[in-house]
C-alpha cells in the first residue's frame, strides 16, 4: 500500500516547479497517511470460536490506543505555517512567498503549482490537485476513475452513441484544439467493462453500446464529459490551453454540438454507498472456521465482481470490500445498478451460508443524488446519511435517496427492497413515466409538499394524527381533482389519483407520508431529467 502510494506520489510531484515547494514536508505528510492495524492470536485448546472472539477484543483494544505523538513533520513545518484549504488538517507546502506578486504572477502560481491566490494545499492534497499522468494511467491497471462531471455528462454520452452524433462530438473536439485545449490532459481511461447495457426505465428497451466512455474510439479512451457544460469552459482553459486559448469559439462549438444532439447535459449525478445488513450477527452465528471461510469466500466474490456491474451502469468504482461498496454513477442508470448490487449480494450470501439455518445478510444503499460541482466530502456525507436512513428508518434491506439540489435543501425518500406493493425504485419509474406523460402534472409536486406545513403549528399541541390523516387525504384529493394532466387538456385519471392517495395509507406519521410522496416525485422529476437526455427523441 505504501508502496504504491509512493508511486503516485513520484508521479505527481514532477509536475510541480520545485522553487517554492517544500517537498520533503509534502512527502512525509504523505507517509502518514495511511493507517495499519492488526493483531494476532493464537488459537488455543479452547478452539476457534475462542480465539476469534479475542482477536477481535485485542483488535478493538489496539485501535483505541493512540501510541503515537506530535506529527513526525511538526519541526519540518514550522510555526505560522497556513494549513490546507481544503480540510485544515495539515500544514501548506507550497511556500508564502510564491503568493507574493511581485515573485509570482497567479499565472505562474497555478502553473507551477497548481493552486489559485487564496488556495493553501498539504502533500495529501497537492498530489490529489496534481493526479497521476494519463500515460501512467493507461499503463496502470487500476479501476478506472472518472470525475463528477465526467458521470453526470453520461446521460448525454449515451444519447450521442444512440442517435448516432460521435461524428458531431469529434468535430467539437477538434474545434476545442484549434481554440487552444490540450486534450491530452484530459483523457479518460475506459475501464474493464467495455459494454454499457443502458435500460428506458420507463419501458423494456435496452441497448448494448460501446462504453461511452470512449467518444474518441481509439485506444487512448475519451474525454473527460466536463467539456459539455459550458460553465466548466473558462476553468478548463485556464488549466489546461498553455497559451490562454480562445474560450468564446469554445463555447460557440459547444452550443453548435449541443444544438446537433438535441439536448443540454444533465448537471447531476448519484454516488452510492451500500453495506452489508447484520454481518457481525451472521460471523457470530456461524461461529466455526469453515463456516467463516465459506462465507468470506462469498463476500470476496461478490467484491470482485462490484466493479463491472457498476462500470456496465457507466459509473466508476470507488472501493469494494467485503459488504461495502462505493461508487459514482450518472442518474439514468443509478436505481437499476443499485437493484443490480442487491441482487448480486443476494446470491452470493445464499452460496456462502447454503444449508446454515440461519437468517441471510441483506443489503441497505444509499444514493446522494447531487450537482456535479458539489463538494465531494459533503457528497459522501449525504450518501452516508441515506445509507443510515436505509438502515435506521427503513429497517435494513432497503434504499433510500438524499438529493439535495443547488438550491434549496434535501429531498429524502426510502423503502424496503421488499415492501408490499411496488418497492421504491420501481415506484420511482412509475412516477417518473406519469410525470413524462402528464398524467401527473408537475404542479402537484410541490403543492402537496405545502400542504404538510398547515398541520405545523408554531404554538400549541398538534392536532390528533386521525384529524391530521383525514384533513391531509381530503385536501390532497382536492388538489388532484383541481390539476390538469396532458397540459391542460385534461383531469387527472381516478386510477391515478388512487394510486398516489394509496402512498398516503403507508404505515407511518400521515404528515410524513404526504412529505414523502411529495420527495418520491421531485426524485423522479430529477431522473426523468436525466432519462429525458438519454432516451428522447431526436
Not at 47 to 75: C, F, I, M, Q, S
Not at 441 to 448: A, F, K, L, M, S
Not at 520 to 538: S, T, Y
Request: charged share 25%.
Amino acid at each position: 500500500m505504501q508502496s504504491a502510494l509512493s508511486a503516485y506520489r513520484e508521479d505527481a510531484f514532477r509536475h510541480v516547479d520545485g522553487a517554492f515547494f517544500h517537498r520533503e514536508l509534502a512527502e512525509q505528510q504523505l507517509d502518514e497517511l495511511m493507517e495499519f492495524v492488526w493483531v494476532a492470536v493464537p488459537v488455543e485448546p479452547d478452539g476457534y470460536h475462542a480465539a476469534r472472539a479475542r482477536a477481535e477484543a485485542t483488535l478493538a483494544a489496539r485501535k483505541n490506543t493512540r501510541g503515537w505523538g506530535a506529527v513526525p513533520w511538526h519541526d519540518l513545518a514550522g510555526a505560522g505555517v497556513p494549513k490546507s484549504s481544503l480540510d485544515g488538517l495539515r500544514e501548506s507546502v507550497i511556500d508564502e512567498k510564491a503568493y507574493d506578486t511581485e515573485m509570482l504572477s497567479p499565472e505562474q502560481l497555478r502553473k507551477g503549482y497548481f493552486v489559485q491566490s487564496k488556495e493553501r494545499l498539504c502533500g495529501v492534497g497537492l498530489m490529489k490537485r496534481v493526479g497521476v499522468d494519463p500515460d501512467v494511467l493507461l499503463r496502470d491497471p487500476r479501476p478506472t476513475f472518472h470525475s463528477t462531471a465526467h458521470i453526470a455528462a453520461h446521460p448525454l454520452l449515451t444519447r450521442v452513441h444512440r442517435l448516432g452524433h460521435e461524428e458531431t462530438v469529434r468535430a467539437y473536439f477538434e474545434a476545442l484544439e484549434d481554440a487552444g485545449l490540450s486534450l491530452k490532459k484530459l483523457h479518460v481511461g475506459v475501464g474493464d467493462q467495455k459494454q454499457v447495457v443502458v435500460h428506458d426505465p420507463l419501458g423494456v428497451a435496452k441497448e448494448t453500446h460501446v462504453r461511452t466512455f470512449e467518444q474518441r474510439a481509439n485506444e487512448r479512451g475519451g474525454v473527460d464529459g466536463a467539456v459539455f457544460f459550458e460553465g466548466r469552459l473558462e476553468s478548463l482553459f485556464e488549466q489546461y490551453a498553455p497559451e490562454g486559448g480562445d474560450v468564446q469559439a469554445a463555447r460557440a462549438a459547444l452550443m453548435y454540438c449541443l444544438g446537433q444532439i438535441g439536448a443540454q447535459p444533465n448537471p447531476y449525478y448519484a454516488m452510492l454507498l451500500a453495506d452489508g445488513d447484520r454481518m457481525g450477527k451472521a460471523i457470530d452465528t456461524l461461529g466455526e472456521i469453515e463456516a467463516h471461510k465459506a462465507l468470506g469466500q462469498a463476500l470476496d466474490k461478490f467484491a470482485a465482481g462490484c466493479r463491472s456491474i457498476v462500470e456496465a451502469a457507466g459509473g466508476s468504482l470507488i472501493y469494494a470490500g467485503g459488504d461495502d461498496v462505493l461508487a459514482l454513477l450518472p442518474l439514468h442508470t443509478a436505481l437499476r445498478c443499485a437493484n443490480d448490487l442487491r441482487s448480486s449480494f443476494a446470491e452470493w450470501m445464499d452460496q456462502g451460508i447454503q444449508g446454515q439455518g440461519i437468517d441471510h445478510p441483506t443489503l441497505s444503499v444509499g444514493l446522494a443524488l447531487v450537482h456535479h460541482l458539489e463538494p465531494m466530502a459533503h457528497v459522501r456525507r449525504l450518501a452516508k446519511e441515506a445509507e443510515k436512513l436505509a438502515k435506521d428508518e427503513a429497517g435494513r434491506n432497503a434504499l433510500a435517496i438524499v438529493m439535495k439540489k443547488r438550491s434549496g435543501g434535501a429531498t429524502r425518500a426510502l423503502g424496503r427492497w421488499d415492501e408490499a406493493g411496488i418497492p421504491l425504485y420501481l415506484r420511482l419509474n412509475r412516477w417518473s413515466h406519469l410525470l413524462n406523460d402528464e398524467a401527473i402534472p408537475d404542479g402537484v409536486i410541490y403543492e402537496i409538499e405545502a400542504l404538510a406545513r398547515v398541520f405545523e403549528p408554531e404554538l400549541g399541541e398538534p392536532p390528533a394524527p386521525q384529524q391530521v390523516k383525514a384533513a391531509l387525504r381530503s385536501l390532497t384529493a382536492r388538489v388532484f381533482g383541481r390539476k390538469r394532466a396532458n397540459h391542460g387538456a385534461d383531469e387527472m385519471d381516478r386510477s391515478i389519483q388512487a394510486e398516489l392517495l394509496e402512498r398516503l395509507e403507508a404505515p407511518g406519521a400521515p404528515l410524513e407520508n404526504v412529505r414523502r410522496l411529495s420527495a418520491e416525485l421531485q426524485i423522479a422529476r430529477l431522473l426523468l431529467d436525466a432519462r429525458n437526455v438519454a432516451w428522447g427523441g431526436a
